[in-house]
């Protein structure tokens, strides 16, 4: 239509097309709806802003800089005790694998237990769920602090934090991971007659235990970073470590075990990955 056509459009014209087509007209309300959830988004970062005091930032800039100088400046490395920094993360590492194992362990019976193709009862399966929701919704910070209290100081109550965190996550992501099966294999299995332990160790577990090996190779190299956190609150290993040498303010020890710390993540990351191509039977990455 060309600028002159449309100069010959009356307004009653107008109005007729907007009650004919009330969709193809644009409304405040519409630009409204439009604007609204960005002009909302603004306003609470805005907002968030303002309530965490970000201004502070710039106060505490000398601080900051301070602070990086001594991370990366490192001084009289021949007093450093070594030895108790290695040992720490030995400690570190074996929470976390010990932790992961058990949870892997359990997970391994509790998963089944809440799938539902496989536990008949409902009942069974809807208190097994219940129970590993409870275990799940508490982070693995403050299953520390209870173990901690219960047990002690040391790499034990880290060990239990772990593994009850585990337990309630990984016997999820079994569950679901077995409830996702092919069904054709187990029906194989089951018109050979065999008995339900045989359906579960032939039909079910040769499908899942590849998703199973990647899991939980997925949580040990979490759980080595969670075992840092926990040895902060007293559960041993390397973080109890890195609490004492912030309290004497030794920047640049703690730096070089964050490193190290690192390092062991990397290599934990390069080798699971090696275990996971193993287990699904292929020997290169993709």
Do not use: C
């Not at 965490?52 to 106060?59: A, H, K, Y």
């Not at 235990?209 to 190779?217: A, G």
């Not at 609150?233 to 030794?250: K, N, P, W, Y």
């Amino acid at each position: 239509m060309s600028i002159a056509s449309l100069s010959a459009v009356t307004e009653a014209q107008v109005a007729g097309l907007r009650q004919a087509h009330p969709g193809a007209f644009d409304t405040p309300l519409r630009r409204l709806r439009r604007w609204a959830p960005l002009i909302l988004a603004v306003i609470y970062v805005i907002g968030s802003m303002w309530y965490f005091e970000f201004g502070r930032l710039l106060d505490a800039s000398d601080r900051v800089l301070r602070l990086l100088r001594n991370f990366v400046v490192w001084q009289d490395m021949e007093t450093w005790s070594y030895r108790q920094i290695y040992v720490g993360i030995a400690q570190t590492l074996a929470m976390a694998f010990l932790g992961t194992l058990l949870g892997t362990i359990g997970a391994l019976g509790a998963g089944f237990l809440a799938a539902r193709n496989v536990m008949p009862f409902g009942i069974v399966r809807q208190i097994v769920r219940r129970i590993l929701d409870i275990l799940r919704g508490i982070d693995s910070l403050v299953w520390g602090l209870v173990f901690v209290r219960a047990v002690g100081l040391g790499p034990l109550a880290g060990v239990l934090a772990i593994f009850v965190s585990d337990l309630g996550t990984l016997s999820k992501l079994y569950s679901e991971a077995i409830e996702n099966i092919d069904r054709k294999q187990v029906e194989g299995v089951k018109a050979t007659g065999a008995s339900q332990l045989g359906v579960i160790r032939y039909g079910y577990i040769p499908q899942v235990l590849p998703v199973f090996i990647s899991q939980s190779l997925y949580f040990l190299e979490s759980n080595t970073r969670s075992a840092t956190i926990l040895g902060i609150v007293g559960a041993g290993g390397i973080g109890m470590i890195i609490i004492e040498r912030f309290r004497a303010q030794l920047y640049d020890q703690v730096a070089f075990v964050v490193l190290n710390v690192l390092i062991l993540i990397f290599a934990i990351d390069w080798l699971s990955k090696r275990v996971r191509l193993w287990a699904i039977g292929e020997k290169h990455d993709p």
